[in-house]
């Protein structure tokens, strides 16, 4: 099989990880640097990373994350950020596009009204989206990491109104997710089982989801 599709394959939500391995600053910046690669509205990238790697940080998050204790063994626990503002970057965004010669101005101009129409004023999208572009980069990042022979860890289960005040995060960044990166010890489950593709495809010329 392709690497890349056995790697997606591969992928489990890891429970146990190796406390002795560390990563270095260098490969917690690679993994985010991959991890910026994932597409996202108008290029808004709303992703923002916290790299909680020091022991007195992953006790501290440890706490807020219902005493899961994968949070303190990872390597890192990234507190992974969706800007609910992303939009406000759009003309800085909008300029390297240009630079790139891949747009000119006046498209550039047309995206930047464009994107603020559409988000300002309009907060609940502004957060689907915030929160839609953060889990597309966090997937990129755990397919990232399983390439590079670590393993990683989704997690919902934390107090984020907790973890902002802990780590000083602004209101303007919305606490996504947990994500546990680091070398897997022993004793770790298998892949969960998964729906079969009948139960959650459907061609558009029958009937969809109707239940
Ligand atoms: C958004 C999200 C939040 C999750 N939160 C937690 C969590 O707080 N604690 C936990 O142990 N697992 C958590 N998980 C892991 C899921 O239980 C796991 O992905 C699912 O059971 C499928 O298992 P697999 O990823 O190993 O295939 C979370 C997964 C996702 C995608």
């Not at 507190?79 to 909008?94: F, K, Q, S, T």
Request: aromatic share 8%; charged share 25%.
């Amino acid at each position: 099989m392709n690497e890349t599709l056995q790697l997606i394959k591969e992928r489990i939500s890891t429970n146990h990880f190796d406390k002795t391995r560390k990563l270095s600053d260098d490969e917690i910046r690679e993994l985010v640097e991959y991890a910026g690669q994932a597409p996202s509205s108008y290029n808004i990238q709303h992703w923002r990373f916290v790299a909680v790697a020091s022991a007195e940080g992953k006790a501290r998050l440890r706490a807020l994350a219902y005493n899961q204790a994968k949070v303190e063994e990872a390597a890192v626990t990234f507190i992974v950020l969706g800007d609910l503002r992303g939009y406000d970057h759009m003309p800085e965004i909008a300029a390297a596009v240009v630079a790139a010669g891949q747009i000119d101005e006046k498209r550039a101009e047309s995206w930047v009204t464009t994107s603020h129409k559409l988000y300002a004023g309009n907060e609940q999208f502004a957060r689907d989206e915030a929160i839609r572009g953060a889990s597309l980069a966090a997937m990129t990042l755990m397919i990232a990491a399983q390439a590079k022979g670590l393993s990683s860890g989704p997690m919902i289960g934390f107090d984020p109104v907790g973890v902002k005040q802990a780590f000083g995060i602004a209101d303007r960044y919305l606490p996504v997710m947990l994500l546990t990166v680091g070398y897997p010890a022993p004793g770790n489950a298998g892949r969960k089982p998964r729906f079969g593709v009948d139960r959650i495809l459907a061609f558009e010329q029958g009937s969809g989801f109707p239940s």
